[in-house]
């Protein structure tokens, strides 16, 4: 096993060196020998001049499901941490910041799983870019301890970084895009193709320069504590790991092996290792079946629209035909629009017309009030009103009783 290249290593195009982590059986679950050839291979391409950026990918289904629980973490440490308290993450927090100390760009080409310690690893590189069905997350916050390198608050924001933190969900590649944790997401199938063509951009910028560019950002977040902030959460990761809670479950792994455990772990939750949350996802309002969807008033058929016809018809036919019926010797009183002919009868009540009406005297009919052109009755009106000097007859003195005053002379 100590012969088996763990990390496998190839230039896939001009001044691009790529590194896969080989432990496709494990989901490439990080050991202390994984990631010393790993640190190797990132040193010896920081050396190379004939390199200028580097990509770190997964073999098989996943990029890696984090640090291998079986393994022993104090036996063959790839580099020497101060002892004490807190070993642990302390050493592997100064392992990622070794990542974010190398002068050429180290990016990060994550598909299926990124979990726990894989989560850090990612978050140690300079670029990162996902498949959008990827799955990133940090179960371990629900039985152990937080994270060993808690850089979710300086990614993803505060309030990202609490639900992740509280919850230990994981988020998919798209999610992990629009909180900030990564660059990009591509379709699984290009996401090869994808990153070497943004590491070969990279590459055209030449590495005396392109290691200040990436100190500058750096250097700002540092300035800003994340340095600091990172470290000094290495110390409260180990307080998390000495609660009575995350003890408890240690033993629980102790006693009924890895497998067992995890799954026991994540079946509360009904994601990874026993398939995905129960929540779905909705967009929107949900939709509904059965009830027929309706713009307006409702349609009606012909039959319907010729029954209402034929029910109406008798209005149409009083409107448009003014001449009445005398068979019945009564008619109700008509309203006619445009120059209708009203035939008398003997008890017709007054029509009342619109324009142009002739209204024909009746026996007991009185007179016929008309709008326009209609010969009005002259009556006995004050001469003095404006009205009834316009109803008056033509040539009617209407001021003959009124004395004009003389004009004043000026």
Same mark, same amino acid.
């Given at each position: 096993m100590a012969d088996k290249r763990l990390v496998l290593i190839d230039d896939p195009a001009r001044w691009v060196r790529r590194l896969t982590l080989n432990r496709a059986e494990k989901r490439n679950a990080?050991?202390?020998?994984? +990631?010393?050839?790993?640190? @190797?291979?990132?040193? /010896?391409? @920081?050396?190379?001049n004939s390199i200028r950026v580097t990509i770190i990918r997964g073999a098989g289904t996943c990029f890696s499901a984090g640090y291998d629980l079986i393994s022993d973490y104090l036996e063959d440490q790839p580099y020497f941490s101060a002892w004490g308290d807190g070993l642990?993450? *302390?050493?592997? $927090? =100064? !392992?990622?910041?070794?990542?974010?100390?190398?002068?050429?760009?180290?990016?990060? =080409?994550?598909?299926?799983?990124?979990?726990? !310690? &894989?989560?850090?690893?990612?978050?140690?590189?300079?670029?990162?870019? $996902?498949a959008d069905d990827a799955q990133l997350g940090y179960p371990p916050v629900r039985t152990?301890?937080?994270? @060993?390198?808690q850089f979710y608050p300086w990614l993803a924001g505060m309030r990202n970084a609490m639900e992740l933190m509280l919850t230990g969900d994981a988020i998919s590649g798209?999610?992990? $895009?629009?909180? !900030?944790?990564?660059?990009?997401?591509?379709?699984?199938?290009?996401? @090869? &193709?994808a990153v070497l063509a943004i590491a070969a951009r990279v590459a055209k910028v030449p590495s005396d320069l392109q290691q200040v560019n990436k100190r500058a950002v750096h250097?700002?977040?540092?300035?800003?504590?994340?340095?600091?902030?990172?470290?000094?959460?290495?110390?409260?990761?180990? $307080?998390?790991?000495?609660?009575?809670? #995350?003890?408890?479950?240690?033993?629980?792994?102790?006693?009924?092996?890895?497998?067992?455990?995890?799954?026991?772990?994540?079946? /509360?939750?009904?994601?990874?290792?026993v398939g995905k949350r129960a929540a779905p996802k909705t967009s929107g309002a949900p939709k509904t079946s059965g009830a027929p969807k309706t713009n307006g %008033?409702?349609?009606? #058929?012909? &039959?319907?629209?010729?029954?209402?016809?034929?029910?109406?018809?008798?209005?149409?036919?009083?409107? *448009?035909?003014?001449?009445?019926?005398?068979?019945?010797?009564?008619?109700?009183?008509?309203?006619? *629009?445009r120059s209708v002919k009203a035939t008398p009868t003997s008890s017709t009540a007054p029509t009342k017309t619109r324009r142009s009406v002739k209204a024909t005297p009746?026996? #007991?009919?009185?007179?016929? +009030?008309?709008?326009?052109?209609?010969?009005?009755?002259?009556?006995?009106?004050? %001469? #003095?009103?404006?009205?009834?000097? +316009?109803?008056?007859?033509?040539?009617?003195?209407? *001021? %003959?009783?009124?004395?004009?005053?003389?004009?004043?002379?000026?």
């Amino acid at each position: 096993m100590a012969d088996k290249r763990l990390v496998l290593i190839d230039d896939p195009a001009r001044w691009v060196r790529r590194l896969t982590l080989n432990r496709a059986e494990k989901r490439n679950a990080l050991t202390n020998a994984l +990631r010393g050839q790993l640190f @190797d291979a990132l040193h /010896a391409a @920081d050396r190379d001049n004939s390199i200028r950026v580097t990509i770190i990918r997964g073999a098989g289904t996943c990029f890696s499901a984090g640090y291998d629980l079986i393994s022993d973490y104090l036996e063959d440490q790839p580099y020497f941490s101060a002892w004490g308290d807190g070993l642990w993450p *302390r050493h592997v $927090v =100064q !392992g990622w910041f070794d990542i974010w100390d190398l002068a050429k760009p180290v990016i990060a =080409q994550v598909h299926g799983y990124c979990l726990a !310690g &894989a989560t850090e690893l990612a978050a140690a590189c300079d670029l990162v870019y $996902v498949a959008d069905d990827a799955q990133l997350g940090y179960p371990p916050v629900r039985t152990m301890s937080p994270p @060993d390198m808690q850089f979710y608050p300086w990614l993803a924001g505060m309030r990202n970084a609490m639900e992740l933190m509280l919850t230990g969900d994981a988020i998919s590649g798209d999610e992990a $895009v629009r909180m !900030g944790i990564a660059n990009r997401a591509f379709d699984a199938r290009e996401l @090869d &193709a994808a990153v070497l063509a943004i590491a070969a951009r990279v590459a055209k910028v030449p590495s005396d320069l392109q290691q200040v560019n990436k100190r500058a950002v750096h250097r700002a977040m540092e300035v800003m504590g994340l340095r600091t902030a990172i470290r000094a959460g290495s110390e409260l990761q180990i $307080v998390g790991f000495n609660q009575p809670s #995350s003890r408890a479950y240690l033993q629980q792994l102790t006693m009924q092996g890895v497998t067992k455990a995890l799954d026991q772990r994540d079946e /509360a939750f009904g994601d990874y290792r026993v398939g995905k949350r129960a929540a779905p996802k909705t967009s929107g309002a949900p939709k509904t079946s059965g009830a027929p969807k309706t713009n307006g %008033a409702p349609k009606t #058929s012909g &039959a319907s629209r010729r029954g209402a016809k034929a029910k109406t018809a008798p209005k149409v036919a009083t409107r *448009r035909a003014a001449t009445l019926s005398t068979a019945s010797g009564r008619a109700a009183p008509t309203k006619t *629009r445009r120059s209708v002919k009203a035939t008398p009868t003997s008890s017709t009540a007054p029509t009342k017309t619109r324009r142009s009406v002739k209204a024909t005297p009746t026996r #007991s009919a009185a007179p016929t +009030r008309t709008r326009r052109t209609a010969k009005a009755t002259p009556t006995r009106t004050p %001469a #003095s009103t404006g009205k009834a000097r +316009r109803a008056a007859k033509p040539g009617t003195n209407t *001021r %003959a009783t009124k004395r004009r005053r003389p004009p004043r002379p000026r």
